[in-house]
């Protein structure tokens, strides 16, 4: 490689991101839809939430009928009179908080648990790493599920459950970079100077185990919401109070029979956006930050 | 003069890459008769093994063969239908690989494999299909074949995988085989073994034989002609003994002045300096010129390789008589 | 052979021990066991009569002790709404559960290996690039929703196919199947459609990133250096070398079907050990949920148990391994 070129790693990453269109798209789509969810309060032409703003008179109406307030119903109504265009906006800011926020929480005490791991190595290693193995062995729904089952209902809990759902990966993918890494000879190094242990593992350890963390929790996130939406319709999610998409999704269930589709097409479109979407960012960062992975 | 059994003319084998087309081979031209065995002799990279896939049209994508002709008992095989060409592999022209730990599918039992091949052929019986497997495993001296049969290639040593690659090839009889380095991966006495028996079973049935290989001394031991390759093409040609006694191109020299045998004690030994070129990025006119030591301005011209006899490509060729002078 | 069964008995049982201290710990040391296993509606006096019943006011390993050996001999408590077993009851279900994953696996393998090996052959071709991109939606589609609009087109809109339950069921060994009568095969096609995408887009990618690995191999070469037929060389040689993958994936695989029926069962109202088990949490019935975690638990070991003997038979570098050199 050519030191010739001045170029910050982080620059070189976006120039290499920036070659897919796909992922670019992706990366846009998913900007969109943060700000949106963020300001949904701005954005929504209704705060469906606000039961002085709903209409009875307007409940389940087909997408594209104009409401009774002067605009347009473009996705249509639910059965308390709700602009589905709006709820959307408020259901994604829901689900992407639980989803963004139960990765962070899965991501520290994973990275925490699997750095530990690594660092500490014999006894303690394989005491977490069986662990780790035996939670991985049974899918995330059934742990969530039970979770779920023991602690009841609410946003917390969903978050708390998603992320005791996650945390095993991150253990994982840590402890993998970070032992290779330990061998290194400027761990080595460190190690000779006595610097403290928690100084070795956060600053020479930690930066090198971040690429693949980063693939890592991009594609969590997305499980995440996935998973969230999933419990939400079984229906040991979110409370009815802060609906989710998956949410919205689930009370389109009971009129899709009668033909009102629109109910939980829309949210289950906007949900497949945003998954797809990350998805696609992921899959581009793992190529870039890891060449070795991308075929 | 009959027709020979194989007459490559021409051939052109390219691959398309991101960074540009690779000749792999370009320009290979060459005749084999009815049981003869012809060393085809280069580095790795030198197009040699392209040139014997390519005889088969086995090449994968991104090659294939852009030009020339690859006639067999005077039918073209780059023009005939993949139809026509699986009719021929196997029974006409049988194929060894270099590496017997990677040519034998893992998952199939000896049997199954054997068992194939001669059916794609021939319409008899499994149990027939079994005997000639059994037959022909005994023929390369595998011990006890009837329990080999039922036996997983891993089950066998790397030389036993050889004479089993060796004895699907043999099935069929066929008129040519082409054997891509098939002693290379072993070790020095068994390769010594199985270069002795395949000399003796082509020698009995009047197999033609391609021997593909980088090392010049197999060759000499095995074959009666040679073809020396350098960047995809051939750049010296002839009767074995001829070529080893006095090899007239610079890059053919190299080569067995780099062999150990044929050093004398304390005398070290000799390399040709330089890298193999990048196929990428081939001077214009003789792809040897960067590491020869006799170039000139004329080497910007690619020489013509004459026909028969003792050929070579090259403007400044060795004397005839300098080899054994220097010897 | 039979050491290797042996050692991955030893293995299994000790998984189901670890997996039995984590329960009772779930119950017992993390949830409060009198809500666990006390129905909610009780009184004082019989909340009394059921801890002293129940052991609950002894030491925990005392307790633990109870646990297993009511376990072990299949007593996981009462249902609270339905006032049978619980493991009866899940039980009673399972049929209907494992016949909708064995229908979901077959579609996925069925449809999934020819389209991957397409894929893996022709990397670049239309219909490969199509296949790849159908595999990046179906992972990233949600189940429920998939059902649903499944739903909404084949039974709602084009009335082809019945929207829920599992229609007439016949008798074989003495437990009802729907594949048996053409109803229930009718109500069959679309729930395991549904539970079948995601390990659809799973197999596909296996099979395709299998075949394009093995299509360079030497061997594969060399069949048809033999001048064997694509059919044979396709079909033999890769596909026996891409199935080793598939089937240890899959075979893991199946575990998480059972467990992701849950979604499937409720969107389709079909009536299986999932669907029960989200009523079961809805309506607080817990040793229902306690009888589904470890029954669910031994389904997995089980599976991998066979998963490991099916793949030795498979791969015979594994089979053969520790009985030759």
């Known amino acids: 490689m050519s030191a010739a070129r001045e170029e910050t790693p982080l620059r070189r990453l976006a120039r290499d991101f920036a070659r897919s269109r796909v992922a670019v798209i992706g990366l846009a789509v998913l900007v969109l839809v ?27 109406q087909p997408p594209g009928t104009a409401g009774g307030a002067g605009w347009t119903y473009w996705l249509g109504t639910d059965d308390q009179g709700r602009d589905l265009w709006s709820a959307i906006f408020f259901g994604l800011r829901t689900s992407l908080e639980v989803g963004i926020l139960a990765t962070l929480i899965a991501l520290a005490v994973g990275v925490a648990v699997g750095m530990l791991a690594a660092y500490a190595g014999g006894a303690v290693d394989g005491a977490i790493m069986r662990l780790v193995d035996i939670q991985l062995s049974f899918p995330a729904i059934l742990i969530a599920l039970i979770l779920l089952a ?42 000779c100077l006595a610097l403290p242990h928690h100084r070795i593992m956060l600053r020479h350890l930690l930066p090198n185990c971040l690429p693949p963390l980063i693939v890592v929790a991009t594609v969590q996130v997305a499980h995440a919401i996935a998973l969230e939406a999933t419990l939400s319709f079984l229906g040991v999610g979110v409370p009815v109070t802060e609906p989710s998409l998956g949410m919205l999704i689930a009370s389109g269930y009971g009129f899709m029979l009668s033909g009102n589709y629109w109910v939980a097409l829309f949210p289950g479109v906007a949900l497949l956006v945003v998954i797809v979407a990350i998805n696609l960012v992921g899959d581009r960062l793992r190529d870039v930050l890891n060449p070795r992975l991308s075929h | 003069m009959t027709q020979p059994l194989l007459r490559v003319e021409n051939l052109q084998t390219h691959f398309a890459t991101r960074a540009g087309t690779v000749k792999a081979v370009d320009g290979v031209s060459f005749d084999l008769r009815r049981g003869e065995i012809l060393g085809l002799v280069g580095e790795s990279g030198s197009g040699k093994s392209v040139t014997g896939q390519s005889i088969l049209g086995l090449v994968d994508p991104p090659g294939r063969i852009a030009g ?67 037959d022909a495993l005994g023929r390369v001296g595998i011990a006890s074949p009837e329990e080999r049969l039922a036996a997983y290639p891993h ?19 066929p008129d040519l085989i082409l054997a891509d380095e098939p002693t290379t991966a072993l070790d020095v006495t068994i ?12 020698r009995d049935t009047g197999t033609a034989l391609l021997w593909v290989t980088h090392d010049l001394a197999v060759v000499s031991a095995l074959a009666d002609r040679v073809a020396v390759m350098y960047a995809g093409r051939i750049v010296e040609t002839g009767p074995i003994a001829d070529v080893i006694q006095a090899p007239r191109h610079p890059y053919t020299r190299g080569l067995l002045d780099s062999v150990p045998s044929r050093n004398r004690r304390g005398v070290p030994l000799r390399s040709i300096p330089g890298m193999t070129p990048s196929v990428l990025d081939l001077p214009k006119g003789c792809a040897f010129q960067p590491r020869c030591g006799r170039a000139d301005a004329a080497c910007a011209v690619m020489p013509e390789l004459p026909e028969n006899g003792h050929a070579w490509r090259c403007w400044h060729p060795h004397d005839a008589d300098a080899r054994g002078a220097a010897a | 052979m039979i050491v290797f069964i042996l050692r991955r008995l030893t293995q299994s049982a000790v998984v189901i021990a670890a997996m039995a201290v984590l329960v009772f710990t779930g119950i017992f040391a993390i949830g409060n066991p009198i809500d666990v296993l006390i129905s909610p509606e009780a009184d004082e006096v019989e909340r009394a009569a059921a801890i002293a019943r129940l052991g609950l006011d002894q030491p925990m390993h005392v307790q633990f002790a109870r646990f297993v050996e009511s376990a072990v001999g299949g007593d996981l408590g009462t249902s609270f709404v339905h006032g049978v077993p619980a493991l009866g009851l899940v ?23 020819p389209l991957g090996l397409w894929a893996g052959l022709k990397p670049d071709s239309v219909a490969g690039r199509v296949i790849m991109t159908g595999s990046i939606l179906g992972f990233s589609l949600p189940t429920f929703w998939v059902g649903m609009m499944l739903i909404m087109a084949f039974a709602v809109q084009l009335g082809w196919l019945p929207a829920g339950g599992r229609g007439q069921t016949a008798s074989l060994f003495g437990v009802q199947w729907s594949f048996l009568t053409r109803d229930g095969l009718a ?37 048809r250096a033999k001048g064997l037929s694509p059919a044979r060389v396709v079909g033999v040689h ?88």
């Open chain 3, 91 to 113: 039980l009673q279900r399972f049929p209907a559960t494992l016949e909708l994953a064995l229908a979901a696996m077959l579609l996925a393998v069925l449809l999934g290996i």
């Open chain 2, 155 to 173: 089950q066998f040593s790397g030389g036993m995988r050889q004479r089993v690659a060796i004895a699907i090839a043999l099935l069929h009889s």
């Open chain 2, 68 to 134: 020339g002709r690859v006639l067999f008992d005077g039918e073209d095989l780059v023009t005939a239908g993949e139809k026509r060409l699986r009719a021929i592999r196997g029974r006409r022209i049988a194929m060894i690989f270099q590496d017997p730990m990677m040519t034998l599918n893992p998952v199939l039992s000896v049997e199954t494999q054997m068992v194939e091949a001669v059916l794609a052929h021939d319409k008899v019986g499994r149990a027939e299909a079994r005997r000639r497997s059994r």
């Open chain 1, 150 to 191: 023991l602690l009841g209902k609410g946003v917390d809990k969903v978050i708390v459950a998603l992320a005791a759902v996650q945390w095993a990966y991150y253990a994982r993918t840590v402890r993998g970079s970070a032992l290779v890494e330990r061998r290194k000879e400027y761990v080595e190094a460190a190690r």
């Open chain 2, 191 to 202: 390769q010594a073994q199985i270069l002795f028996e395949v000399q003796t079973l082509c």
């Open chain 1, 34 to 60: 943060m700000l949106a969810a963020v300001f949904a309060q701005v954005v929504a032409p209704q705060d469906p939430y606000d039961l002085a703003q709903l209409d009875i008179m307007d409940s389940l």
């Open chain 3, 187 to 223: 109500h069959l096609i679309l729930p395991a459609i549904n539970l079948a995408t995601f390990k659809l887009s799973l197999v596909i990618r296996l099979a395709r990133a299998g075949t394009r690995e093995v299509a360079l191999q030497d061997y594969v070469k060399f069949a």
């Open chain 3, 238 to 325: 890769i596909l026996k070398n891409i199935m080793i993958p598939v089937v240890t994936v899959l075979g893991l695989e199946l575990g998480s079907v059972i467990a992701f029926s849950v979604v499937t069962e409720s969107v389709f109202a079909w009536p299986g050990m999932g669907k029960l088990l989200i009523e079961s949490i809805l309506q607080l019935d817990r040793p229902v949920v306690v009888a589904y975690l470890l029954l669910t638990v031994l389904l997995f070991v089980v599976i991998n148990l066979v998963v490991d003997l099916i793949y030795s038979m498979l791969d015979p570098r594994i089979r053969l391994g520790g009985g030759r050199a």
